[in-house]
């Protein structure tokens, strides 16, 4: 059974950082991808970029390329996201989930709230 602990997010400016962490523990972790999800308050939950374990590509969706940033740490199970320039539109509560063979796995949810 994999699990997916994440860490970071918070309050923050408009303008400013955060850095989104999601670590896998649970057995050997090699999905075949890694994807940040965002829901915000009464709306459905959206896709935010993803990586590809096996060579790290990465995909955005168009409103946070150039601001946020995924990358992964294979000796570590973690994948970050890295989010530049934030903006109140980005307040939402963050979700990782990897995908094994027909699973897919979630993590707890994190809340970022980004103040104007």
């Known amino acids: 059974q994999v699990q997916l602990v994440q860490s970071g997010g918070g309050l923050v400016q408009a303008g400013g950082s955060l850095r989104l962490s999601c670590a896998a523990s649970g057995r050997t972790f090699s999905p075949y991808g890694v994807a940040w999800f965002r829901q915000a308050p009464g709306k459905e939950r959206e896709f935010v970029a993803r990586?590809?374990?096996?060579?790290?590509?990465?995909y955005y969706t168009d409103s946070v390329k150039g601001r946020f940033t995924i990358s992964k740490d294979n000796a570590k199970n973690t994948v970050n996201l890295q989010m530049n320039s934030l903006k109140p539109e980005d307040t939402a509560v963050y979700y990782c989930?990897?995908?094994?063979?027909?699973?897919?796995?979630w993590g707890q949810g994190s809340q970022v709230t980004v103040s104007s």
């Open positions: 989930a990897a995908g094994i063979g027909q699973n897919f796995y």
């Open positions: 990586i590809t374990w096996s060579d790290g590509s990465s």
